[in-house]
């Protein structure tokens, strides 16, 4: 199993402005897909973003032109940066980490990070 290590959770004013990081060592990594995937109170969880080991970046349509997905897989990290926060962007966030052959939703997870936004 992939360990996973996600930080830069938090709490953000509407407007306002975070970035996740998920850090891994395992070398596999650097030919995954990772992606992140968030899961707010009473919801199922859901797919964020993705990007695949060459840089194709797939975006949910809820995030489209506010969150952007990057990664280096010099230093096997991946990031999200999440501009104008809504408050319908609070969640639990986890990182995931699949081979290219795996299905959607499946593969290793972080542990999660919180990112609230309020007023």
């Known amino acids: 199993q992939v360990q996973l290590v996600e930080s830069g959770g938090g709490l953000a004013q509407p407007g306002g402005s975070l970035r996740l990081a998920c850090a891994a060592r395992?070398?596999?990594?650097?030919?995954?897909?990772m992606g992140w995937y968030r899961q707010a109170p009473g919801k199922q969880r859901e797919l964020v973003a993705s990007?695949?080991?060459?840089?194709?970046?797939n975006y949910a349509e809820f995030v489209k032109g506010r969150f952007t997905i990057s990664r280096d897989n010099n230093r096997i990290i991946m990031y999200l940066q999440m501009d104008n926060l809504e408050p319908e962007d609070s969640a639990v966030y986890y990182c995931?980490?699949?081979?290219?052959?795996?299905?959607?939703?499946?593969?290793?997870w972080g542990q999660g990070t919180q990112v609230t936004v309020s007023s």
């Open positions: 995931n980490v699949r081979l290219p052959v795996a299905a959607e939703g499946t593969g290793d």
């Open positions: 395992e070398s596999r990594v650097r030919v995954s897909i």
């Open positions: 990007i695949s080991h060459k840089g194709v970046t």
